[in-house]
């Protein structure tokens, strides 16, 4: 099989998927504010260290610091000290931020499955599958 021509071919599709309105639309909400909102949505203890959320978005230290200054002037999170570090500042969701959170995890979940109601159920099936083999081989990749 000659997979660079397999992988021309498919840089090709995931250029014409990136133009697509409804992608570029999910793919900058699983990004930036939404997505630091659905990570400490996410977090059993309702709190995460501002690292912690550089290290899962893979985005500097710098500009989770700006993404956190947007959200706390929005009344979507708070910083507070933590009590057993005084070094640490931890942040977490104000209601008004967890109403957020919920519906922008809503939105993206109707727009993802409104995309994968187009492609059908064995397409929307073998996407998923495929998807998380990506994911796999990524994270390989990374290592």
Same mark, same amino acid.
């Given at each position: 099989m000659d997979y660079q021509k397999l992988a021309h071919e498919l840089m090709q599709k995931m250029v014409s998927i990136h133009k697509a309105k409804h992608i570029k639309n999910i793919e900058d909400d699983i990004r930036g504010e939404v997505f630091v909102l659905y990570y400490?949505?996410?977090?059993?203890?309702?709190?995460?260290?501002?690292?912690?959320?550089?290290?899962?978005?893979?985005?500097?230290?710098? +500009? #989770?610091?700006?993404? !956190?200054?947007?959200?706390? $002037?929005? *009344?979507?999170?708070s910083r507070s000290i933590d009590v057993s570090d005084r070094? +640490? #500042?931890?942040?977490? !969701?104000?209601?008004?931020? $967890?109403? *957020?959170?919920?519906?922008?995890?809503?939105k993206i979940l109707a727009d993802i499955t409104?995309?994968?109601? !187009?492609?059908?159920?064995?397409?929307?099936?073998?996407?998923?599958?495929?998807?998380?083999?990506?994911?796999?081989?990524m994270l390989q990749l990374n290592n």
């Open positions: 400490i949505n996410q977090k059993s203890t309702g709190e995460v260290l501002p690292s912690e959320l550089s290290a899962a978005t893979g985005i500097s230290t710098s +500009r #989770i610091a700006l993404t !956190l200054n947007s959200l706390e $002037k929005k *009344a979507l999170i070094r +640490r #500042i931890l942040v977490k !969701l104000t209601q008004k931020g $967890k109403e *957020a959170a919920q519906q922008q995890i809503n409104n995309m994968l109601t !187009l492609l059908g159920e064995q397409d929307a099936k073998e996407y998923t599958r495929i998807m998380g083999k990506i994911a796999d081989a």
